[in-house]
Every structure is written in structure tokens, then in C-alpha cells.
């Protein structure tokens, strides 16, 4: 008998022990955090090395738009060119950050510089980032898009003050190639995937880079000078939880082609959490025109909020919640 | 069919037709009312029309066993109401009926028609209160503006030409992303065109 409840008592603590261990696994499974920004660095230099062709499809508030993409990596060079399938003909080459776009039956080619292209290896690999103490990453799994097996992540937010993304990183390179922006009750609100792609393709690269010639367009270049908020008398009394300011600048926002709004000079000042962008617009208010206060769902996952403050005329956009946009409108404060 | 009656089936069906002068009319329905095998023959002229006009409308024979019996419960009421001819003499009256108000699932269509509008009607002034409710809720507490949706089926509507440029402005600056080159340049540059 006593022999009987011995082996007993042995019995029950190897079920006991074996529940806690399941238990414990359990418990620690979902909470496997990714680390985030070597993941993104991965990512990032996917796309910077990477040889592709393929079609890319955007949908974004009931829209869709597609583009046929080239994309050679030649050396230290860059060299991209997007021909847009849908809407008016156009074609956009980028040559690192130097980005001309093209409207052939205009004859008009608009080229600039993005700075903030070439922003983020650096400061992926600092200690400066931030964006693991706003985002987290979960791995979801793996999938398959235009033909390849794919990685899927989850890029979480830790407030309410950006969307989450659900990202789709090709295998082999780490090419990201379908992503959606989700918002905070999980509906998908954008979508951006290749439909078709092809990996290592023999892409010319002669051909690719003549093609970003301006011969026989009319070259407008947007008249754009960094300055400081400070310098036009701003300043944010409270800052919006995770951006940081990333630039001001002094640009005539009317350089879109056929642009009724003249050529009125805007400060745009550009934040950033490192995923999520937010600009602000400040206009000297002109009662004819700036008539609606308030929210715009501009579809997607970008809103505009527009809120007058004395003599000045504030614009908010980004891809966040309205509610943050709010968040920074209220924060923007006249010193002078 | 033999003629029985007091009043000729000719002037029955001119009747039922319509085709009686005024005060040959009043005479026709004294008679009329006056005369059941009259009556009989004046609702198979109608049944007659009906089924030439569309089977549909054709009423069956227990419409008239039904008005027979409606009209031996009104005889035994108590309070008969009056009818409408023992006040004015029936002179010149002709009561239009549908052609269809004797078909039921007729009945049964204006009636789920009825109940369809009055649940517009219902949920539009609903919607007004709770619009009127949101108005002064949002008079209390102007946190955050209410949204304005500028999407159609066909994409972002150009409703203020001015938001589309800050937003091109804001797409060709604001890339400040981990994902930008991955994926927002893309992104824009294959959207941006409905802005631009």
C-alpha cells in the first residue's frame, strides 16, 4: 500500500512537473521578440543589393494603382525606374537619391533630391534609433507571394499613436515584398505587393541608366531650402511620443504640375518615428481658401487635419491615426 | 346568359365601362343596387375586363363568397354603418378602385413597401438625431475634428486640390521610414500619380 502511494506521489509530480514545463513554454512562445532593427537593416540592404524586375500593386482605400519596377544594383549605385500601369502615363527614375519624374505628354520632368533616402542605413546601425521602443516585431510565419516563399512579420505598435504593419520579406534575399499597413483594431488599410517578380533578372543596366535622360523635357526643379522652425518663429510645446524632428524645410508646394495654387512659399517641418511619417504644413491664412478645419481620410492610411491657429493656417499629414495628427497640431506653438 | 334582370347586361357593361351618360349612371346603380342577378353580372363584367386586362388581376369566386359574407355581417350589426349612397342619393359617384387592390400578394407588396419606407424614413431621422447628438457632442468636446472621407470608387476625390499637393509635398519629404526604400518608395512612386 504504501509501496502503491510512493509510486503514486511519483506519478502525479512527473504530470505536474510536465503541466509547468508546457505551461512555461507556452507562456514564453508569443513573447519571442525578433531584434528589430536588424531586421530592419536586413531588409533595407535587400532592397539596396538586390537585381529585380517585376510589377508592383498598390491598393489604398478602395483604389488600386500598379507600376512595372526595374531595379539594378551597380556598384554603389542605385538605379531604379517605375512606369506607372495605371492613371496618367509617368515614369519616375531614381538614381540613389536623386529622383526625376517624368510626364510624357506634358514633356515635364520634375527632379529632386530625397534626402531621406539615404538616411536610414546609418542610422539603423546607431544607438540613436528608437524604433523598438515603439514598435516590436513578431514573427508570423511563412507564406507565399508572386511565387516565392516569404517570411512574414509583424510589425506591432506599442501605442495608439501609429499603425502596425504586417510585412512579407522574400526568404532567400530578405526583398520585401508584400506589406500592409493594419490599424489599431487590425483592419488592413493599405496594401502594396508585387504581383510579379523576378529575382536576379538580366536587367541592362546602359539601358536602364540612359532612360533617366531628360533630353527633350523641360526640367522644373522644386525650390527647396532646408531652414529651422525656429528660424520662422515655431516651436512644439510637447513632443508627439516617439517623432522626432527629421527637417524643416522652405519649399513653393505648388511644383506639381498645373498647380492652380501659385507658387506661395509653405515651411514644412518633417517628423518621423522611424517607420511612420508626419509633416506640417504652415501657411499664412488666407480666408478664400482655407475654409474647412478639420480631418481628411485622404484613403489609406493617410489622413490630413487642417486647424487655423491666429494668422496662420496649419496642415497636418502622415500615415498615422487622426489623433496623432491632432496630437501634433495642438503641440505647434508661435514664439514670435 | 337570360335576362332576367331589370336592367339590360347592355347597360351593365357600359356601366362597367364607363360609357353611361351622368344621369343614365345614377339610374343604372339605383337598379343595380336594387337587383342581385344584376349585381352577379356586374361583377363577372369586371371579372371579364380584369382577365383581358391580365390574368393576374383576375379575382377568384371566393371574393365574392367573402363580399357576401361581409355583407351579411354588416347586416347583423347592431349600428349599420350608412352607406354611402343613402346620404348623397348616389348621384354621379363612382368609387375608383386599383385594378389591383383585389390581388392579395398585391396587398402584401404596398404593405412590405410601406414597412421598407417607414424604416428609411425611421433610420434617416435616426441618423439625423445621432447627427445632431455627434454635432453637439463635438460642440462639448472639440478634441479631435470629425473625419471628412475623400475617397470614391474610383480613388482619392480631388476635393481640395491644395490637401492632394501638401500630401504629394509630404510623400516626396516625408519618407523618413525603415520601410522607405524597401517599400514607400515604391509605394509612392507607383500611388502618387493619383496626386500629381
Partial sequence: MRQLSARSAGFFLVVLCGLMLHLSVRAQAPAVDMPLNAWLLRVHQAARQSVYTGT????????????????????????????????????????????????????????????????????????????????????????????????????????????????????????????????????????????????DAPVNVGKLAKSGSTDGYRVLRPDLQKTTADAHGWAMTKGVDGFKAMGCYQRPVASTVGSASGGQSTMQWVFSDGVATVSLFVEVYDGRRHVREGVTDMGGATHTLTRRLDDWWITAVGEVPSDTLHAFSVALERKK | MRDLKSISNESISDLVDGRLPED????????????????????????????????????????LAFLERLEQRMADEPTRPRAVGEASDAVGIRVQQSAN???????????????????????????QIGHRNDLQMARQAPAVPATVTAETGAGPMLRDARLDELMAAHRQLGGHSALQVPAGFLRNATYEGVAR
Avoid at chain 1, 57 to 63: D, F
Avoid at chain 1, 155 to 167: A, H, N, S
Avoid at chain 2, 25 to 35: H, T, W
Wanted: with cysteine; net charge neutral.
Fill in chain 2, 101 to 127: 387592390a383585389a390581388v392579395f400578394r398585391w396587398k402584401m407588396l404596398a404593405g412590405m413597401a410601406c414597412t421598407a419606407l417607414v424604416g428609411v424614413v425611421g433610420l434617416s431621422l435616426w441618423a
Fill in chain 2, 24 to 63: 343614365e349612371c345614377a339610374r343604372v346603380v339605383r337598379e343595380l343596387l336594387s337587383d342581385s342577378e344584376a349585381q352577379k353580372t356586374w361583377y363577372a363584367y369586371h371579372v371579364v375586363g380584369d382577365v383581358l386586362r391580365s390574368a393576374e388581376l383576375a379575382p377568384s369566386m371566393r371574393d
Fill in chain 1, 56 to 199: 508592383y500593386v498598390v491598393s489604398a482605400g478602395g483604389s488600386m494603382a500598379s507600376a512595372r519596377i526595374w531595379h539594378v544594383c551597380d556598384g554603389s549605385q542605385q538605379l531604379e525606374r517605375v512606369e506607372s500601369l495605371s492613371g496618367a502615363p509617368r515614369a519616375i527614375f531614381r538614381r540613389n537619391d536623386q529622383v526625376v519624374t517624368f510626364f510624357p505628354q506634358s514633356r515635364i520632368a520634375i527632379a529632386e533630391v530625397r534626402e531621406s533616402l539615404g538616411l536610414f542605413p546609418s542610422l539603423l546601425k546607431s544607438s540613436d534609433s528608437s524604433i523598438g521602443d515603439f514598435y516590436r516585431l513578431k514573427p508570423l510565419g511563412v507564406d507565399r507571394i508572386a511565387g516565392f516563399d516569404a517570411d512574414v512579420f509583424q510589425l506591432l505598435p506599442k501605442d495608439q499613436m501609429r499603425y502596425g504593419y504586417r510585412v512579407w520579406s522574400e526568404r532567400k534575399t530578405g526583398l520585401i515584398i508584400q506589406l500592409q499597413t493594419v490599424d489599431l483594431n487590425g483592419k488592413v488599410l493599405e496594401q502594396s505587393a508585387f504581383s510579379e517578380l523576378q529575382l
